[in-house]
């Protein structure tokens, strides 16, 4: 098992970094069995968080807490894993590593560790009966910092590829990538693990990853399963999947947390095509790691739900840099 590879983050001047971590209080962890080509990335708080599900195949855990009225206002921590809903065991790693610290909702006798998670589908990749275990998600933990993320192949994003389903086909690599965006005296940042069944485009509709035929072209995935209609995918159902986190220092309730998870998705839907399909478990978690709600005026919201689509679209971007 490793925590290196992939790219460098962008380096860190005076500024913060133009990363998750750019929102204060967040540290990202990642860890991965390179051989077996899979992995997990921790993204520690606490804050509070709400998410926005589009994909039809999700595999999940621990999403009760995130519902406005839940008892546990807080989450100490989000997990994306690779491993399909295998790599779940992950978070009991992520669960010891943050009870061993004091963290978690305190119900007298005990701290309890409350740690969301979400799964995307890497076994066709390389060896599918190794998948993130709990020392992986603890592992993670360890390796967990507020400097810039590490993006590309690397935790979760080790085994991730994009452009599926279409026969005759190869995918490009998908991995993980972050960005940070400014809104007046708050941020908004996005870290994405882009698994997809679509391709990826840029701002003018051109295909940067994806699928691709055997002499290296591009192929677009909308228009071939469109023009395939009834022909089987080259894939079972669940075998893709883009999980992103949206995060920002602004003091967001739950309620609007859910307003910028959607947002983060609108921005997945600008790069990804197509996005939210029954065969990926798309999910968007948002978070707020002020330390208590405030009321955020309707022209406020609207401006932090613009930076969140933007974050998360580049991020998708850098993800599949290479």
Known sequence: MTRSGGRAAPAAGSAAPRTLTAVGGLRVGH????????????????????????????????????????LAARVDAILLTGGSVFGLAAADGVTRWLEARGQGFDVGVARVPIVVSAVLFDLHVGDPGRRPDAAMGHAACDAATDGPVREGRVGAGAGATVGKGVPGTRPDDGGVGSWAVPVGPHVVAALVVV????????????????????????????????????????????????????????????????????????????????????????????????????????????????AAGDACAEAVTRAVAG
């Open 31 to 70: 860890a991965a069995d390179d051989a077996a080509r899979t992995g997990c990335t921790v993204v520690l708080g606490p804050f509070r968080a709400a998410v926005d599900v589009r994909g039809s195949a999700t595999g999940t855990r621990e999403f009760g807490t995130l519902a406005p009225d839940h």
């Open 195 to 306: 698994n997809s069944m679509g391709d990826v485009r840029d701002d003018a509709g051109a295909i940067v990853a994806g699928a691709r035929t055997a002499d290296g072209a591009p192929i677009d995935v909308s228009r071939a399963l469109i023009e395939g209609y009834g022909s089987p995918p080259t894939f079972g159902p669940g075998a893709a999947t883009t999980l992103a986190v949206v995060a920002t220092d602004a003091p967001l309730d739950r309620v609007a947390l859910g307003t910028l998870a959607r947002a983060g998705s609108s921005g997945l839907a600008r790069r990804i095509r197509p996005y939210g399909t029954p065969f990926d478990g798309d999910v968007v978690f948002a978070a707020s790691t002020a330390v208590a709600a405030e009321a955020v005026a309707p022209g406020g919201l609207l401006a932090l739900c613009a």
